[in-house]
């Protein structure tokens, strides 16, 4: 018989109503208030004393008796040998006599339970506990494979108990190291492990009689452990695995050190591993950051051959620094807790008929205010129904075109399993991620048909069958299908005025282009125009140039050459007065040859070539020009023509031709008689205009 009251959690004890649902959990009516019991659960509390919270440490069934060790002693009670669920026990809790103390650890050895005590090593038969060692106080025992030696590890190192049919005599302390070690393990090959809070692993090897200490390493962050602190070291399925503050290291027996375990690190990673255990079906039970689970190579995850299964109903339940699990078999998996230990019945809670619902318990509209357009209940024909009525679809404004949705589970014993995923058919895509939110909001949805739907699911992975609510929001009046045409009228007019006022843009763009193209073309010209003129004024001024100075040069041989013949000249008569004076006899005869040298020398060609080229150079081509145009004329006469255009006077061409002042008239006369000029026509002129002609 259960009872149920105030210590158990009731908020009190007068009760005016009792609904047992259909899961088989109870649901009471009281004075001020609901409560709920989670009677057919998986999870349930058994405390040992109930008058007293005790601190749970170990768990052992031993021969038909459950024995709880306790921070306050040893507990058991009776239980049927048929009994699966030893959580359903009726019988009463009893102190073992003997036992007063905090009981650390229990171990069954060779028929006999071993308890490990503050005051030592206790030998548990027939509900009573025999203190078989002297201490000091023991953690924990461990038998050597096929052997009757058994190891315990004490407050100050190891002691050694050896098997003798009946039971366990002390051996004495095995020497050879002096520390607290509180977690041991033995491997195949007889070494024993060991862990220290703070100074890590130690591995140790025991002499043929196991009386002293051979060699024993310890194992730190130098050995490949993260950090030499709070280290717990177990032998499971033939590997020694350390489980530290940052997940689960494998010892490696070639290098002689611990590395990263490939097979636990997908599970937990950097997780802090506080306890981890072996059942009889090869499955690992383990605590992680006050968390309790457990790897289950019965089952299948995807890929992996085996399912990581959590229970978020015993997260933080544990004895921080003190983590238990005992893995009796799969109806009766213990964990130890501050207050009492928690059972779990592990076949049922993974094959729990219990079918899992959805419920949407609230969908509101929101604008100004909001408003309930749907309270948690489906009707159809004025009755309950468990989907909506597809003629009853909401059909609001689109001025309401913001909601808030709240769902929740029918999962009442485990909401801290619970977890939903949601989505909304016409503007979503996918699913939601899993989340224990139970409320989503959506706001400025557009128009159109909506459908919101949401499932939940377990722990286990199980999910419900999706809940939907459908509903429409409305389209605005400028959103309906009258509005389109006037929006395409709208739009085609303001292309078209568009269109028009581009071109006209266009054509003014155009226009301007045009423009300025004419007007850069008259820059252009202009520029070319000025162009032109400079060049031309250049050339000019190059011409004008060349001309002085070609009328330099020919004033300069003009010049020259009348010296010349004034000097010819003016040595001639002097040579005349010199034979005068001397009164040489036929001087003129004698000085022939000097006077004819002198007259060749006026009437060289060198000096008249050089300078016929520069006179028609300066002035057109004028002998040229008269040669053409008169070619009876000698070179003696259009030298006369030439010297009488550079305006000499008779003098000076007389020096120039080497003759009288009369043979420059006789020449003149002979010219103008063949260039037939009349009386009254002036020869310099008439040169003149010949100049004119030939420029």
């Known amino acids: 018989m259960d009872q149920f009251s105030n210590n158990q959690g009731l908020q009190n004890n007068n009760v005016h109503g009792i609904l047992l649902d259909k899961d088989h959990n109870l649901w009471l009516g009281l004075e001020n208030g609901l409560d709920f019991i989670n009677y057919n659960t998986s999870v349930k509390n058994i405390y040992p004393n109930r008058e007293n919270l005790v601190k749970s440490n170990s768990v052992s069934i031993f021969n038909n008796k459950l024995y709880i060790g306790t921070s306050n002693g040893l507990y058991t009670v009776s239980i049927g040998s048929q009994q699966k669920d030893i959580s359903t026990a009726t019988g009463a809790f009893t102190e073992v006599p003997n036992t007063k103390g905090q009981v650390l650890s229990l171990t069954q050895i060779n028929g006999h339970l071993l308890a490990g005590h503050q005051d030592g090593v206790l030998q548990v038969d027939d509900n009573q506990a025999k203190l078989i060692t002297p201490g000091p106080g023991a953690w924990m025992m461990k038998a050597f494979p096929a052997s009757q030696d058994v190891i315990a590890g004490t407050y100050t190192g190891f002691q050694l108990l050896k098997y003798n049919g009946a039971g366990f005599s002390f051996e004495g302390k095995i020497n050879g190291i002096y520390e607290s070690l509180g977690n041991l393990a033995v491997d195949k090959s007889n070494f024993v492990w060991a862990t220290h809070p703070y100074r890590g692993i130690f591995k140790v090897q025991l002499s043929a009689d196991r009386k002293k200490i051979v060699s024993y390493t310890q194992y730190t962050e130098k050995s490949g452990l993260p950090s030499a602190l709070n280290n717990h070291v177990y032998f499971i399925k033939n590997k020694v695995i350390a489980a530290t503050e940052k997940g689960v290291y494998e010892y490696n027996t070639t290098e002689g050190d611990f590395t990263r375990s490939a097979f636990y690190k997908p599970i937990f990673g950097n997780s802090k591993i506080e306890f981890l255990t072996e059942d009889g079906k090869g499955n690992i039970w383990f605590i ?408």
């Open 288 to 695: 992680s950051n006050q968390r309790v689970g457990v790897i289950d190579f019965g089952k299948r995850s995807g890929k992996l051959p085996y399912k990581v299964i959590y229970f978020p109903e015993l997260a933080g339940q544990t004895v921080k620094g003190a983590e238990y699990i005992y893995p009796h078999d799969m109806e009766n998996i213990f964990i130890g807790s501050n207050n009492g230990v928690f059972h779990l019945n592990y076949r049922q809670y993974v094959s729990s008929e219990n079918k899992l619902n959805v419920l949407l318990t609230t969908v509101k509209a929101i604008a100004e205010k909001d408003s309930l357009i749907f309270g948690g209940y489906f009707v159809k024909n004025n009755r309950i129904a468990s989907a909506q009525n597809t003629q009853l679809i909401a059909s609001l404004s689109n001025h309401w075109n913001s909601f808030h949705f709240e769902y929740t589970s029918t999962l009442f014993a485990q909401k801290s399993n619970e977890e939903f995923s949601y989505k909304l058919i016409g503007f979503d895509k996918d699913w939601s991620q899993w989340s224990i939110k139970t409320e989503k909001d959506y706001t400025n949805l557009p128009y159109g048909k909506y459908t919101f739907s949401v499932k939940a699911r377990n722990n286990l992975g199980t999910a419900s069958a999706p809940v939907s609510y459908s509903f429409i929001v409305e389209s605005a009046w400028y959103q309906t299908i009258w509005a389109y045409p006037a929006y395409f009228l709208i739009i085609a007019c303001t292309v078209y005025i568009g269109i028009k006022a581009q071109q006209k843009r266009f054509a003014l763009h155009q226009q301007r282009h045009e423009e300025e193209q004419k007007r850069l073309s008259y820059l252009h010209s202009l520029e070319l125009d000025r162009n032109d003129k400079e060049i031309i004024a250049l050339k000019n001024e190059k011409l004008e140039a060349e001309l002085n100075y070609k009328n330099k040069e020919l004033a300069t041989l003009t010049m020259q050459m009348v010296n010349r013949s004034k000097l010819l000249l003016n040595i001639k008569d002097e040579l005349m007065v010199l034979i005068k004076k001397l009164n040489i006899p036929d001087g003129s005869h004698q000085f022939r040859s000097v006077f004819k040298l002198l007259s060749d020398t006026g009437k060289s060609d060198d000096d008249w070539d050089n300078f016929s080229m520069y006179f028609d150079q300066v002035h057109n081509n004028f002998l040229a020009t008269m040669k053409a145009k008169f070619p009876g004329l000698s070179s003696t006469d259009l030298k006369l023509c030439a010297y009488l255009r550079l305006n000499l006077s008779s003098k000076e061409i007389a020096q120039l031709l080497n003759i009288s002042l009369k043979g420059v008239e006789i020449s003149r006369y002979r010219v103008r008689k063949k260039l037939q000029l009349a009386t009254e026509t002036n020869l310099y002129d008439f040169l003149m205009e010949v100049t004119k002609q030939s420029g």
